[in-house]
């Protein structure tokens, strides 16, 4: 195998399948990327028996061929080649050179036929969409991703195809994240896609051009040009989210989302996972008070706001508040309340395209 390529692109396409490189694995092929070259593009591949990648680009290739190069050494040479364009070559011995202008290395590589092969999608339902808006719908919903596997199935995101909606969804039994997006003319689908792969595909998508996904039973693909991504599904029954989103509401409160945010730091201030203390919020007609205590002492603020129905005053996780309110994507946010115990609903001030569930804390008495 030889070929020739450019430098900066060839750094760029191991930096993405370096996202799928197995650190620590009994297979050692794992801890290397299967380069193939053929007519005029090679191909990067890695795998960690979760979710693979596929990185391709054009190439002068003289000879074809395919080899495993161990993944981190490969990054930190061509990453540090100077000159514009890099040349990799492989003989029967598995020996690798690396030239770059006066740079020359030469380490030992793997046969391709140790690599395992990807999964196969097959006979899959798929859908077409611009990168911006699956990377902002994941964006927006994947904080409320469940880090524990207690409950494997909510270590990932719910992607619902229904009546001409793409749905994507996360909750880990304390708050949830939904955001929506129109979707016409797409079959309808259900599927759950593993956190660790949406965090992966985050990095590799762009703002421009569009993402293919295709969906079989058990994995999904992710087809972005010149990459492509590749993952198990989780298996299992998501939570009846539409069933955990209270339908009515006693109070309605509008407030600037970067004030109300100001306002929650500057009152937490005072608390820490050593002094964990609610955040005690009281929702007036024209100001939300927010005030905290912990052994430390006590804090204060407020923040302008409009309110209409029931007053009230709740408690709530301060990270959990500034979570939802931080992945707002509008200046002014809807908040709506129908008790001191009851989930609270964080909504644009105009549609619904994004929901954000954040459960109270109980107070105790002052």
Known sequence: MKFTCNTQLLSQSINAAMLAVSP??????????????????????????EMGITASMEARVEEPGEIIIPAKVFSDIVRRIESDEVTVEADDRCLVQITGGVS???????????????????EAAGFTMPM??????????????????????????LFELEGGELTVVAVDGFRL???RE?????????????????????????????????????????????????????????????????????????????ALINSIERTSLLI?????????????????????????GKAYDECCCSTTGKLLEMGFNNR?????????????????????????????????HFLFLVLPMRLRAE
């Not at 020359?104 to 097959?122: D, S």
């Open 320 to 352: 959990f508040l500034l979570d939802a309110l931080k992945n707002v994507d509008t200046d002014m946010v809807r908040l709506e309340l129908c008790g001191p115990l009851s989930p609270m609903k964080v909504l644009p001030l105009e549609g619904e």
């Open 272 to 296: 820490s996972d050593r002094l964990r203390s609610p955040l005690r919020v009281d929702f007036g007609e024209s100001v939300i008070r927010m005030s905290c205590s912990t052994s430390i």
């Open 182 to 258: 129109k979707a016409e003319h797409y079959q309808d689908m259900r599927f759950i896609v593993p956190g660790k792969t949406l965090a992966e595909l985050l990095k590799l998508m762009t703002e421009e051009g569009n993402v293919a996904v295709e969906v079989s039973r058990k994995h999904i693909l992710f087809d972005m040009g010149s990459c492509t991504l590749v993952s198990r599904l989780l298996e299992g029954e998501f939570l009846d989210y539409r069933a955990a989103i209270p339908h009515e509401s006693s109070t309605g409160v509008v407030v600037n989302t970067r």
């Open 132 to 157: 911006a808006t699956l990377s902002s719908m994941v964006d927006m919903t994947r904080y409320a991703i469940a880090t524990n596997d207690t409950k494997p199935v909510q270590t990932g995101c």
């Open 177 to 179: 994240a939904l955001r």
């Open 24 to 49: 620590k694995s009994t297979l050692l092929a794992l801890e290397g990327i299967l380069v193939r070259a053929a007519v005029r593009e090679i191909a990067l591949v890695s795998y960690n028996l």
């Open 104 to 122: 020359q290395f030469t380490i030992l590589g793997m046969t391709a036929e140790e690599f395992p092969e990807l999964p196969m999608v097959g």
